[in-house]
């Protein structure tokens, strides 16, 4: 599956901004195997370097992403259990390791398998009817697709712990209180409107720097902090080999606005 057409997803790009879409109204957008396949397909190949930053929502007014797909999930063995949660890591290991800042849009529900995709984005935005969970103890299950590890990272153990044994849904003022969106707007318009903003303010700085500060934050967030630091000199000293670094030193000393080529 190598194209440009999706049976779920819809992709547009807006002022050199990506707008992924996941297309399944009528089941909230829950991830079932296809759905994972396209977008497993979609970063691997059709999500070009060339954009400012992704931007990822839902369909309709409802929800971003409603969880995994229960149906699909009541036949599946452990194996084919392991072998979907195996494919929804996958995903949100895609997610986190793009380049360019990539900004979950949470609009409505964004449950189960919905709220680890989110957890995987740089970071969250939602619209105030945006409602968060971890529902999966409910129906006998855990978080398969990385929730039990990012949910942990972002909020807090002992948070995350409440929230996963009580699968409780968390709004959108508390979704924010607790650090798990950065903010709430009362639209989903104004919703991409502003994680547009916010990726156009970004978009004036370095990509190459970006990107560099990125791979430097996700790799410290699972090691201890002597390795962390490690890896912030490193690659420190690696970013003064860059275009960008030369020239954005060199545009501040000449008083003028720096050229960035992202390399
Ligand atoms: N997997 C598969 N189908 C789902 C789904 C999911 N995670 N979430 C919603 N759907 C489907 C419903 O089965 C329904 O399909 P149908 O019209 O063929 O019956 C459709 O989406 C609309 O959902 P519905 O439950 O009728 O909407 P609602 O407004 O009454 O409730 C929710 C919304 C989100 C509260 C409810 O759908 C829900 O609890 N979903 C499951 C959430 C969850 O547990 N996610 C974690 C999965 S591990």
Avoid: W
């Amino acid at each position: 599956m190598r194209n440009d057409s999706y049976e779920f997803l819809d992709y547009k790009v807006e002022d050199e901004i990506g707008i992924l879409t996941i297309n399944r109204e009528d089941k909230l957008n829950a991830l079932n195997e296809k759905v994972l396949d396209e977008l497993r397909d979609f970063l691997e190949f059709n999500c070009k370097s060339t954009i400012k930053g992704l931007i990822l929502t839902g369909a309709g007014e409802k929800a971003f992403i409603a969880g995994a797909d229960i149906k699909a999930m009541t036949s599946m063995d452990s194996t084919e259990a392991s072998e979907f949660a195996y494919k929804g890591q996958q995903v949100t290991f895609m997610f986190e390791e793009i380049r360019f800042p990539v900004i979950a849009a949470v609009n409505g529900f964004a449950l189960g398998g919905g709220c680890e995709v989110a957890l995987a984005c740089d970071f969250i935005l939602c619209s105030e009817n945006a409602v968060f969970g971890l529902p999966e103890v409910s129906l006998g299950l855990i978080p398969g697709f990385g929730g039990t590890q990012r949910l942990t990272k972002i909020v807090g153990r002992n948070r995350a712990k409440e929230l996963i044994y009580t699968g409780r849904m968390v709004k959108a003022d508390e979704a924010c209180e607790i650090g798990l969106s950065l903010k709430s707007l009362t639209s989903k318009e104004e919703l991409i409107a502003e994680a547009k903003n916010i990726i156009n303010k970004a978009s004036k700085n370095s990509p190459h720097a970006i990107g560099v500060a990125k791979f430097v934050i996700n790799r410290g967030a699972d090691i201890n902090l002597d390795e962390g630091l490690k890896v912030e000199r490193d690659m420190f000293g690696e970013i003064f080999s860059s275009y960008d670094m030369k020239e954005g030193t060199l545009a501040f000393l000449e008083k003028r606005k720096a050229q960035f080529k992202g390399e």
